[in-house]
């Protein structure tokens, strides 16, 4: 059993009070390779941002846990280096099994998601207090989630997106113990988020939701998901330099900003990585056909997620500067 505490990172707790207290979210990006995290660490550095590094089961599955979990250390050591000090917590994304929570937990995580939405209420409840029972233990924070978001949520594709009802969340927190909870406002997975006819905009998210869940269960952290942006630049680039990508939609800066100052804690984004990454590589790969050095594909690409993680940090979700 590896402690998390031992690693040098912190479980979301104080993370989410603060960012309660400040109107501000704390960033939860995912990472698969090292590229990515040497990405998200070195603009959480840039801008002292607090973090949490996701990772999914499918991540584990292909950069390997025990990788991961040494990677993440790298990672302590990284910012231990640049002599300031991060809060950094280490969280499973989408956790769908029991045993799935405790091999994290074994292995170093801080923080685990159990991801009961698939299930009925009362399997949702039970599930997610057996979870809680057992990470707090050892001062691991849950992430529990009421309401079902479109797209992929953990190799399970949902095709519509059902919101979260308000009158469910009292009874959840209080019969599971979760720390935060994941909650559908209208947000999904992925890059293609909304059907947008020719002139449609994207439709607000569902704030009156979360008003309401703000009154039933006040000062109560809550995660968003789906919240990448698909910003239209990467979009655009790799349209322009051979890629495929079309009716695309994300989810506007300001709602994100609107979303932060309110009791939304953590917002999750991954796809706007995998848009920035992808638009560099293929960049390189055609003004530049006669490169073969993965360097100078992943650097440029590493470059362009920095700049995206300190622009969101900064100008996004406000947790610049509250490391
Ligand atoms: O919500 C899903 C995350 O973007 C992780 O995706 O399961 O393909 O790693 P993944
Ligand atoms: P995006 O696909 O919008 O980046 O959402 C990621 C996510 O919710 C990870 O859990
Ligand atoms: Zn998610």
Known sequence: M??????????TR???SKAMAGKYAIPAYNFNNMEQLQAIITACIETKSPVILQVSSGARKYANQILLRYMAMGAMEMIKNAGIKLPVALHLDHGDTFELCVSCIESG?????????AHSFQDNIQLTKKVVDYAHQYDVSVEGELGVLAGIEDEVSHEASHYTNPDDVEEFVSKTGVDSLA????????????KLKPGESVPPLRFDILEEVERRIPGFPIVLHGAS??????VDMINKFGGKMENTAGIPEEQLRRAA????CKVNIDSD?????????????ATKPGEFDPRKYLGPARD????????????????AEHA
């Open 2 to 11: 590896y402690h998390y505490k031992d690693l040098g990172l912190v479980n």
């Open 14 to 16: 104080e993370m989410f």
């Open 109 to 117: 995580f801080s923080s685990v998601m159990i991801d009961g939405s």
């Open 183 to 194: 909650i559908s406002i209208g947000t999904s997975h992925g890059a293609y988020k909304f």
């Open 229 to 234: 942006s698909v910003m239209p630049e990467y």
């Open 261 to 264: 100052a309110s009791s939304v």
């Open 273 to 285: 990585g995998r848009l920035a990454m992808t638009a560099k590589i293929r960049e390189v790969f």
């Open 304 to 319: 362009a997620l920095v700049e995206m993680y300190k622009h969101k940090n900064t100008h996004v979700l406000g947790s």
